[in-house]
C-alpha cells in the first residue's frame, strides 16, 4: 500500500523522511558530508552509486541521499538510471511513462520529463520505458549532453545504476561522473567481488570516492544515541 506522508506518496519506506533524527538517518547525514569533503579542490555535482551484485542497496542508498542532500537546501536531481530494473518509480509511486530514455531518444525534454516531489527541492527523473539497448544510451552523446544540461540546472545530480559485476551500464556512466560510491552488503558482498568491482570501476576511470557498508546488523548502536535522542 502507498504510504503517505505530508502530501508525499512513497511506497517505499524511507527512513531520512519517516524519522529525521533516528541514528540511521545521521548516518546518512555522514555520508552527505563524507561526500562534500571527499573532493576539495574539483566540484562533486553528478554522483553516481552502484555496488558489485543485487538487492545490496543502491536504490535504498541513493533515495535517501537525495533526501538528506535537498534537505540542506541543495537542488538535487534523483535520475534512474538502472535501465534493467528501475525502482525509483516505485519508491516515490510515481507512473514511469516519461523519464531518462525518452530524453534520450529525444521524445521529451528534461523539463517535461522531471518529477517534482513534495519534497523540497528533490526533483526525479525516472528510466522512462525499458530500452532494448541500455549501454548504449548510457554511452551516447545523447547522455553526455543531459549531463551538461543537468549541470547547469542542479546543485547535485545522483544516478541510480544497476550491478558493476552484471552488466556494463554503471561503468560506463562512472566514467562521466564527478564520484562513484560504492554500497556493500554487510556479511553478504564477497570480498572478491568487491575489489573485482572496484578494479572495473578504477579501469573506467572513475573517481571512487568510497564504500558504503550497508545492512549493518543494528544491535549495537547505542552510542550513536549520543548526541541525539531516538526519533
Ligand atoms: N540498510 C538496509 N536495511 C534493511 N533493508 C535494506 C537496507 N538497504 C536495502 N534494504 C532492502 O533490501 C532490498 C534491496 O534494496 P535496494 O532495492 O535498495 O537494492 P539495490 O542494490 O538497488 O537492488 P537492485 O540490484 O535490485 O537494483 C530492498 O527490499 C530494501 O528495502
Ligand atoms: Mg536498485
Do not use: W
Not at 522512462?128 to 552523446?141: F, K, Q, R, W
Not at 567481488?193 to 543494528?218: E, F, M, P, Q, Y
Amino acid at each position: 500500500m502507498a504510504r503517505k506522508r505530508k502530501g508525499l506518496i512513497t511506497e517505499r519506506q524511507l527512513i531520512t523522511l519517516e524519522s529525521p533524527r533516528s541514528p540511521i538517518t545521521e548516518q546518512y547525514r555522514t555520508l552527505r558530508t563524507n561526500i562534500q569533503f571527499a573532493s576539495v579542490d574539483a566540484e562533486l555535482k553528478t554522483i553516481l552509486v552502484t555496488s558489485t551484485g543485487p538487492g545490496e542497496g543502491k536504490s535504498t542508498t541513493i533515495a535517501n541521499l537525495a533526501i538528506v542532500f535537498a534537505q540542506q537546501g541543495k537542488n538535487v536531481l534523483l535520475v534512474d538510471t538502472d535501465l534493467r530494473k528501475p525502482t525509483v518509480h516505485y519508491t516515490f509511486a510515481l507512473n514511469n511513462v516519461r523519464g531518462l530514455t525518452t530524453i534520450l531518444t529525444k521524445q521529451s525534454t528534461l523539463q517535461e520529463a522531471v518529477n517534482q516531489t513534495d519534497i523540497e527541492n528533490l526533483s526525479i527523473l525516472l528510466s522512462g520505458p525499458i530500452p532494448p539497448n541500455p549501454a548504449e544510451l548510457i554511452g551516447s552523446l545523447a547522455m553526455e549532453n543531459f549531463i551538461e544540461e543537468a549541470k547547469t540546472l542542479y546543485d547535485v545530480i545522483l544516478f541510480d545504476t544497476p550491478p558493476v559485476l552484471a552488466v556494463t551500464d554503471a561503468q560506463i556512466l562512472s566514467n562521466k561522473c564527478d564520484g562513484t560510491i560504492l554500497v556493500v552488503a554487510s556479511g553478504s558482498t564477497e570480498i572478491d567481488a568487491a575489489i573485482k568491482s572496484r578494479d572495473l570501476l578504477n579501469s573506467s576511470k572513475a573517481k571512487l570516492l568510497g564504500t558504503v557498508l550497508n545492512k549493518i546488523k543494528a544491535d549495537n548502536s547505542q552510542y550513536y544515541y549520543y548526541y541525539g535522542q531516538k526519533n
